[in-house]
């Protein structure tokens, strides 16, 4: 599969490279893999789509795990309890949220890597058609794994908040949907740090020249302490 991914990628005009990959590069592929793959491991559908993308026989965008089948697998198991689905889809969607800061850790050092990789390329005064091609290639397979990786992220919050509403009328649980939805939201605020560049900001801090204030100008010192 990866020797006809090759061949289809190239005969689609996508960018290949022929270089060896970093340490960082391999690790973001091996996180990224588990964000991407489906997170129900009976769904054999889209586990065969994903694989079919990861060899890049499909293009990576198109990777995508239809979002209805997560609710068919988790209502067809055998749960012992109605609210062991709602508390799937929270741990779910929990153990989702925590593999998206460590993969953003590996995707900024390979960010960072690639700027210089360019940098580099730019600055050569001679450079070999492969070469240039090779790197230019890299940087493109990066960055779409990136995208891939928060396009994938996204489809799963879809495809849990569907299977939350179809739960609520299936076996409604007013407790078990708070943790889930809030469960849900946790993913959310990851995958918009993700897509956003990965850059955490603090929250108390203050944006620009604070300004001082008029009340305040000179108080105490307008005319001397009287004196006893």
């Known amino acids: 599969m990866p020797a006809a991914g090759e061949a289809a990628?190239?005969?689609?005009?996508?960018?290949?490279?022929?270089?060896?990959?970093?340490?960082?590069?391999?690790?973001?592929r091996e996180r990224g893999w588990g964000l991407i793959r489906p997170?129900?491991?009976?769904?054999?559908?889209?586990?065969?789509?994903?694989?079919?993308?990861?060899?890049?026989?499909?293009?990576?965008?198109?990777?995508?795990?239809?979002?209805?089948?997560?609710?068919?697998?988790?209502?067809?198991?055998?749960?012992?309890?109605?609210?062991?689905?709602y508390d799937r889809v929270a741990a779910d969607a929990e153990g989702d949220a925590k593999l998206v800061w460590p993969f953003c850790e590996v995707a900024m050092?390979?960010?960072?890597?690639?700027?210089?990789?360019?940098?580099?390329?730019?600055?050569?005064?001679?450079?070999?058609?492969?070469?240039?091609?090779?790197?230019?290639?890299?940087?493109?397979?990066?960055?779409?794994?990136?995208?891939?990786?928060?396009?994938?992220?996204?489809?799963?919050?879809?495809?849990y908040q569907k299977a939350l509403d179809s739960l609520e009328i299936e076996t409604p649980s007013a407790d078990r949907l708070w943790k889930a939805n809030n469960a849900i939201r946790t993913l959310e605020a990851e995958v918009r740090l993700a897509e956003n560049g990965c850059v955490k900001k603090d929250r108390f801090t203050v944006e620009g020249k604070i300004k001082r204030s008029r009340i305040y100008t000179g108080w105490g010192t307008e005319r001397p302490a009287p004196k006893k």
């Open 9 to 28: 990628a190239r005969y689609r005009g996508d960018p290949v490279s022929k270089f060896n990959m970093t340490n960082d590069e391999e690790l973001l």
């Open 109 to 159: 050092r390979v960010q960072a890597a690639d700027t210089e990789r360019l940098r580099v390329l730019a600055n050569k005064p001679v450079t070999t058609e492969e070469t240039y091609e090779g790197a230019k290639a890299r940087v493109w397979e990066n960055r779409m794994m990136v995208s891939w990786v928060g396009q994938a992220l996204r489809y799963r919050i879809t495809a």
């Open 39 to 85: 997170p129900w491991t009976k769904d054999w559908i889209g586990g065969t789509v994903v694989e079919l993308s990861r060899t890049r026989v499909l293009p990576e965008v198109e990777g995508r795990v239809p979002v209805d089948l997560y609710y068919i697998f988790l209502r067809s198991d055998k749960f012992r309890s109605s609210d062991a689905r």
